[in-house]
């Protein structure tokens, strides 16, 4: 794989320093989301209801469950894409259904989300999509654009970085949604089976990216289905695994 720990260090966490002595301040076990009797219904129809969970700053989470059983819409309460219709869902201490606009705009650059389906514009190349975050924030300066080419050198897209996406192949497609997700650099990973669609040694390289994100001080959060995904997770990171059913969660076992 290209790239190294220093260069994920240098194009990830540029801010590390700054974070670090933010969260000695604030303590280890300062809280960035926080579900309290969280649920939500479609059409009438409870999908979640009376969930409780609180992610720490540096933790790592995975989220199991069966199909249909709201792993998804549990994600989307997470990073502000939907408001409970029960209970209280706070991100960084603001509770999500008072946040205005603006105020959610400056909470998802925060929360950097990989969506399940990975769509990029198929007309601009890799690079130009991934920079696509910068643009809209206005940040578009050199030391920018040196952090994105050290980006895609970490998630070994490099040489791809003219490619038009739908010339990636889907484990290809996997590390460039990872890398526009933490263009902005944020403190919360949010990824919705972000392996769902890869082979294995494709979904073990996309774990030790996450990994090392973690080891950064991110706070990591991963829906999925791939059970000995997370038992190889173990060497790895100190996870816990959280299961989903019938609208309830639960702590699926101790640490891995």
Not at 14 to 39: C, F, M, P, Q, S
Not at 190 to 197: K, L, Y
Not at 222 to 249: E, F, P, Y
Request: proline letters at 4%; hydrophobic letters at 40%; glycine letters at 12%.
């Amino acid at each position: 794989m290209a790239g190294t720990p220093v260069s994920a260090h240098d194009c990830v966490a540029r801010a590390a320093g700054a974070e670090e002595a933010a969260r000695e301040r604030r303590g280890t076990g300062y809280t960035v989301i926080e579900l309290k009797g969280a649920g939500y219904s479609y059409g009438g129809d409870g999908i979640l209801g009376g969930v409780n969970l609180r992610l720490d700053g540096g933790s790592f989470h995975f989220l199991t469950g069966p199909s249909g059983a709201g792993k998804t819409t549990l994600l989307k309460l997470c990073y502000g894409e939907l408001k409970p219709s029960q209970g209280q869902v706070d991100l960084f201490g603001h509770d999500s259904r008072t946040i205005d606009r603006d105020g959610l705009a400056r909470v998802r650059q925060r929360i950097g989300v990989v969506h399940q389906d990975c769509r990029f514009l198929d007309h601009l190349p890799m690079a130009e999509n991934l920079s696509l975050p910068l643009t809209a924030s206005g940040r578009e300066s050199a030391a920018d654009a040196d952090s994105l080419r050290q980006l895609l050198a970490w998630v070994g897209l490099s040489h791809r970085a003219h490619a038009l996406p739908p010339e990636l192949s889907g484990g290809e497609r996997q590390r460039a949604a990872l890398a526009r997700a933490i263009i902005m650099d944020p403190e919360v990973i949010i990824a919705d089976e972000p392996t769902g669609n890869i082979d294995w040694e494709m979904s073990q390289r996309l774990l030790t990216l996450l990994a090392e994100l973690n080891r950064l001080g991110k706070t990591i959060l991963v829906a999925t289905h791939d059970l000995a995904l997370i038992r190889a997770a173990k060497s790895q990171v100190a996870a816990r695994v959280l299961r989903l059913a019938g609208g309830q969660l639960q702590l699926a076992g101790s640490d891995l």
